[in-house]
């Protein structure tokens, strides 16, 4: 049982703004922290792909409005002692084109799983697999990361293909394992050690 003591004094302590670092991905893809600057830019992907989002993502339909949005990116920046997500925004040039998250990696989680998702339009160029292989290496190599994993809804085609792009290995498949806007979907999983990593880039 948690000491009550510890909990007044998680309570009070204050929340701390912890930017993941920029990265370059090549052919003018780049990753790095929302702003607050990207709201409107946030807000208007947001709503020119709900259609397409709302197929796998059931956190769209929080945000609703700038408001929403301006909430979404307080909570994606700012974090407690116990646990934080950074969040990336995708560009391409000058243009935000898409979002890709993983847990902060620490001390004493080796494996983390990353999750993205990119506008309509700008799917087919491979954007998504130069921004996952960027921040692939930024995690094994700078962070002491173990093993990486992506879960993706079994139908999702484009989102699997990254994955097995990349080199990722497929370790199973998890059905009925949630809800997406009422549609029940199952997951696959992919993984990818230090160790594959390390042996794909000395093959190359």
């Known amino acids: 049982m948690v000491d009550p003591r510890t909990l007044i004094k998680t309570a009070l302590r204050p929340i701390y703004f912890r930017p993941a670092p920029d990265l370059t991905a090549g052919a003018g893809v780049s990753l790095r922290s929302l702003r607050l600057e990207d709201i409107n830019r946030l807000f208007e992907l947001i709503e020119e792909n709900r259609p397409h989002l709302r197929e796998w993502l059931s956190w769209i339909e929080l945000i609703q409005d700038i408001h929403d949005c301006r909430k979404f990116i307080f909570s994606v920046n700012y974090k407690n002692i116990y646990s ?12 935000l084109v898409g979002l890709l998250d993983f847990n902060e990696p620490n001390s004493s989680k080796k494996e983390i799983s990353i999750g993205y998702w990119l506008a309509q339009k700008y799917q087919g160029r491979g954007i998504v697999s130069r921004s996952v292989k960027s921040c692939c290496s930024y995690l094994f190599k700078e962070r002491g990361v173990k093993k990486i994993v992506i879960k993706c809804a079994s139908d999702n085609a484009r989102s699997r293909a990254v994955a097995i792009r990349l080199g990722f290995n497929w370790e199973g498949i998890t059905l009925d394992a949630g809800q997406v806007n009422g549609r029940q979907v199952d997951l696959d999983q992919y993984g990818l050690t230090l160790r594959d990593w390390n042996d794909l880039h000395e093959a190359s």
Not at 84 to 95: L, N
């Open 84 to 95: 934080g997500k950074w969040v990336y925004g995708i560009w391409y040039g000058d243009k």
